[in-house]
């Protein structure tokens, strides 16, 4: 079960490194398919962000309140002390470019919605009690997203409060109803989630495709993002880890902890940048970096608890 776990973690990125690499091939040899691969954007980002939606039932909120110590716990890491860590990351180390702090900032904004239970299950963490906060984690960020966004963002690019709601009603709130009457009346269907992967991979091949000079134009803009994503992945385990402690957390509810503060990257957010900074499209291409980088720190991370819990298991005892 693990091995494959592991395999479609790595094949998965994989594929939306491929897609980008075709959509920038295609920008650079066909350029009148960029405005057909820009207007190809957001018909698919709302396809993704049904399927993402049809897999969570908000019929499960009730329980995360079965243990409300960790639902708490979760939500004040994930939407208090994440944000404020992903602004100061930014601040301090992209004084110079607001566009890219604030695409750093969207993408560490708001927990992830599907690999963390993947990395849940893979570090042998409590994957039920992360699977109960998932509506939750939804739920909070769809609501909370236009506070942080007017709190945090302004300062650098400002946005009318009023654009992020028009926003999150047409990417957020239609999909979510739909999806969950889609749910009501046809229950979960496993065809939704290749749908929404297959669906990503077009966006990814769309952007790349439509903006494709402008990531030529940046090469750095990796460079640029990887060292606070993985400084922001560092501090949020230690963080989760400290609060773990002194709650005297199991160990895998402490691993379950770390998973849910460690992923970020939102697929809600990748419509948000599209949509509401259309002037700066290095903002919409740095969400696709932060998985990037992401899914590889996850990996390493669950390989290094596996090796330890393997080492625990073989050490003599006194």
């Not at 060292?227 to 560092?234: G, K, T």
């Not at 599209?274 to 696709?288: D, K, R």
Request: overall charge positive.
């Amino acid at each position: 079960m693990r091995r494959s776990f592991l395999w479609w973690d790595l094949k998965e990125p994989a594929t939306l490194l491929g897609a980008a690499g075709m959509g920038v091939f295609v920008s650079l040899r066909w350029p009148d398919v960029t405005p057909i691969a820009a207007r190809a954007i957001t018909p698919l980002l709302v396809i993704v962000l049904f399927t993402v939606f049809a897999r969570v039932s908000l019929g499960r909120l009730r329980e995360a309140a079965r243990d409300r110590q960790y639902m708490l716990t979760v939500l004040g890491l994930n939407f208090g002390s994440a944000p404020v860590l992903a602004f100061l990351l930014g601040s301090l180390l992209l004084p110079d470019v607001p566009e890219l702090r604030v695409g750093l900032f969207l993408a560490l904004l708001t927990p992830c919605t599907d690999w963390y239970l993947i990395f849940t299950h893979l570090v042998g963490g409590d994957v039920a009690r992360n699977l109960a906060v998932l509506p939750w984690n939804l739920v909070l960020q769809v609501a909370l997203l236009p506070v942080y966004l007017w709190l945090f963002t302004s300062a650098w690019l400002p946005v009318e409060l009023g654009e992020i709601g028009r926003a999150l009603l047409a990417y957020a709130v239609v999909p979510l109803v739909a999806a969950q009457l889609f749910r009501w009346r046809w229950g979960e269907r496993r065809a939704i989630v290749r749908l929404g992967f297959w669906a990503l991979a077009l966006v990814v091949f769309a952007m790349f495709a439509s903006h494709g000079r402008i990531a030529l134009a940046h090469p750095t803009l990796f460079l640029r993002l990887a060292p606070p994503f993985l400084l922001f992945y560092v501090l949020a385990l230690a963080l989760s880890q400290v609060v773990a402690r002194g709650l005297r957390f199991p160990r895998e509810r402490a691993l379950a902890l770390a998973c849910t503060v460690m992923a970020r990257n939102s697929p809600l957010v990748l419509p948000l940048a599209v949509v509401l900074f259309p002037e700066h499209p290095i903002i919409a291409l740095s969400q696709l970096i932060e998985p990037v980088v992401e899914i590889p720190t996850l990996i390493l991370f669950s390989a290094a608890v596996r090796r330890w819990a393997v080492e625990e298991v073989g050490a003599p005892h006194a």
